[in-house]
C-alpha cells in the first residue's frame, strides 16, 4: 500500500538557516506529491505541489523535487524565518477520489 | 486557491449532546469533500469521503452512525457527532478538492472539546 515517511521533528533552526525536510514514499505508481503546512490552531494549506518525475514544486522561497528514482520529495528553503515556525506535512494522492496519504508530520520551529 | 470555511471554529459540549460541524465552500462547487480528525502533535486521520447527493463513504474504524455526514448542496457538507463523549474531543477539518481533481484545500478547523 501507500504510505509516506517524514523525518522526526522538532527541527530547531536559527533564523536565516537552511531548512531540509526529508520525505520519502511508497507508492503504486507515480502519484501527484504535496507539502502542506499547518500553523498553529489552523488547518492545513497548501505550500507546493508536484504531478510527475523530475518536477519541482516551489512556493514562498520553499521547493522540493520529485525523485522517482529515490522515490523521495525533500522539502528546502535557503533562509528560514521565524514566520516558517509550522509543522509540515508531506502526502500523496492514494486514490482516483483524491484523498491524501499524510506523513506524521514534522514542526519546525525557528528561533530569531 | 479555493475557500473554504468552518463553523464554528471551536465548541465545547455536554458528554451526551450532539454537535453539528459545517463546511462550506465559499467560491467553489465542490462534488466531493473529505473529512478528517486530528489529535495533538499527530497527523491527519481521514474519517470519511462526502459525495454530494449520496451516501458519505466511512473509512474503516470510523463509526457511520456517531459521525454522521451530509453533503446537502455543492458548497455545504456537515459533520454531526453524536452523543458526543470526551474521546471525540479533537480538532476536525474537513477539505475539497479543486477542480484539477488533484489539489485539496482544507478548512480552519474545529476544535471539539467534550466535557
Known amino acids: 500500500g501507500n504510505s509516506v515517511t517524514q523525518m522526526e521533528g522538532p527541527v530547531t533552526l536559527s533564523e536565516e538557516a537552511f531548512l531540509t525536510i526529508n520525505c520519502t514514499y511508497t507508492?503504486?505508481?507515480?502519484?501527484?506529491l504535496f507539502w502542506y503546512v499547518q500553523y498553529p490552531g489552523e488547518g492545513l494549506q497548501l505550500l507546493l505541489k508536484?504531478?510527475?518525475?523530475?518536477d519541482k514544486g516551489s512556493n514562498k522561497g520553499f521547493e522540493a523535487t520529485y525523485r522517482k528514482e529515490t522515490t523521495s520529495f525533500h522539502l528546502e528553503k535557503g533562509s528560514v524565518q521565524v514566520s516558517d515556525s509550522a509543522v509540515y506535512f508531506c502526502?500523496?494522492?492514494?486514490?482516483?477520489?483524491?484523498?491524501?496519504?499524510f506523513g506524521a508530520g514534522t514542526q519546525v520551529v525557528v528561533t530569531p | 486557491g479555493a475557500v473554504v470555511s468552518q463553523h464554528p471554529s471551536w465548541v465545547i459540549c455536554k458528554s451526551g449532546t450532539s454537535v453539528k460541524i459545517e463546511c462550506r465552500s465559499l467560491?467553489?462547487?465542490?462534488?466531493?469533500m473529505f473529512w478528517y480528525r486530528q489529535f495533538p502533535k499527530q497527523s491527519l486521520m481521514l474519517m470519511a469521503t462526502?459525495?454530494?447527493?449520496?451516501?458519505?463513504?466511512?473509512e474503516q474504524g470510523v463509526e457511520k452512525d456517531k459521525f454522521l455526514i451530509n453533503h446537502a448542496s455543492l458548497t455545504l457538507s456537515t459533520l454531526t457527532v453524536t452523543s458526543a463523549h470526551p474521546e471525540d474531543s479533537s480538532f476536525y477539518i474537513c477539505?475539497?478538492?479543486?477542480?484539477?481533481?488533484?489539489?485539496?484545500?482544507f478548512g480552519p478547523g474545529t476544535r471539539l472539546t467534550v466535557l
Open positions: 502526502a500523496l494522492i492514494r486514490d482516483s477520489w483524491g484523498k491524501l496519504q
Open positions: 507508492a503504486t505508481g507515480y502519484p501527484s
Open positions: 508536484a504531478t510527475k518525475a523530475d
Open positions: 467560491d467553489f462547487q465542490a462534488t466531493t
Open positions: 462526502s459525495n454530494e447527493g449520496s451516501k458519505a463513504t466511512y
Open positions: 477539505s475539497e478538492v479543486a477542480g484539477d481533481g488533484d489539489t485539496q484545500y
